[in-house]
């Protein structure tokens, strides 16, 4: 039986930009379906029920959410190139890291930018991308993942690439060199993965989307 | 070798006995250190410096931290009784379930007790309530697991049995039999599964304990 294999998702999503990562380092082949966000299709709606979000990876009809989810599914099932450690010590440690940024790390950095860089939410945010700068230090990898980009490393991809662009957007400086010299140096590493470059969105994209999203078209 | 398993936690942190039902699940043995959370211990700080908090599991001095991380290392180091679903898409949905109880359901739940039961409150409560409801109508067995728990019924801990004491306490009725004929039938069963019953911390100190949360002294 050939799997049949579809993502239906939004080519500028960090998230589905994670997922998209996760099949192609693996070389799995799919039908790319792109959601229009402001009238999302019946088949998302069917498929996501509970959130109704993208992205969503349907597999020979059974739908997966939430893009770690959809990450540690597609390890699961395809052999090749891992994305999550072999190891199950090592693979907690990434599950943990892939958890914080999303708990901890994105809340912090998304409120500096609505806020427009007030300073108590860029405290926050510093102190966060903090415990990641010092990851990258004592780990002294060019990535998290070690030689090769890991699920932490894709989890990271909103800080690599779509900071950038919500930085120029505001004016609000967060990830900088001085102040982060690892993350700014991963950052550059992950954006020219081979894999990675193929899937970012433009830029030009990104920066109309958070002009409109900050208010400041 | 014989492995060095230390728990750290608190007996009446729902997430240190998430972790405590997986290992006895397994019938693991484990070194239980009971933490002082008003006093952390040297070796809990050092062991998860990121969050500070229990429940962290230590493994031949390898420490594991976030309940549902330290779930999925038992279960992909020790054989037995499986906590996660064998079957990759089962365990995708398994893991979309435990993700939306934590980052949906509970902190709806706890915002109505912090509330006092304000009405917008309970309202984004019971929606999410409502969707783990239809999840078990849906299946229509004993458990999230089926026939047995799994990882999303031990997730739910917080509803099954917290939840009554904070009830008690503020005298607010969330999870009615009226609203929630199958979560409360399933809260019912889980509390009386063995090895569930074995651990649970006694109701009478949770009910101390959230008088002073909720200011209820």
Redesign the interface.
């Known amino acids: 039986m050939t799997d049949e294999l579809k993502l239906y998702g939004y080519a500028r999503s960090l998230y589905v930009c994670r997922v998209k990562i996760a099949l192609d380092m693996k070389g799995i082949k799919y039908e790319n379906v792109e959601e229009d966000i402001s009238n999302k299709s019946a088949d998302l709606l069917k498929y996501n029920p509970?959130h109704k979000k993208v992205p969503v990876l349907v597999?020979n009809g059974?739908p997966?959410?939430?893009s770690l989810?959809?990450i540690?599914?597609i390890d699961?099932?395809w052999k090749g190139v891992p994305v999550l450690p072999q190891d199950?010590?090592e693979?907690?440690v990434a599950?943990?890291w892939a958890?914080?940024i999303d708990d901890k790390c994105a809340p912090a950095v998304i409120k500096v930018f609505l806020s427009n860089g007030e300073q108590q939410a860029l405290a926050e945010a510093f102190e966060q991308l903090q415990?990641l700068e010092n990851e990258l230090k004592v780990k002294g990898t060019k990535f998290f993942g070690g030689d090769n980009i890991n699920l932490v490393d894709i989890a990271a991809d909103f800080l690599a690439y779509w900071v950038g662009a919500l930085e120029e957007v505001t004016e609000v400086k967060l990830i900088t060199e001085d102040k982060f010299p690892k993350l700014v140096k991963w950052a550059e590493n992950f954006i020219n993965c081979k894999v990675v470059k193929e899937i970012l969105p433009p830029r030009e994209g990104l920066i109309e989307y958070f002009k409109k999203w900050t208010g400041k078209e």
Do not use: A
Request: hydrophobic share 40%; net charge neutral; aromatic share 20%.
């Open positions: 509970v597999h059974n997966i959410t939430e989810v959809i540690e599914y699961d099932v199950p010590y693979k907690s599950r943990f958890k914080f415990i």
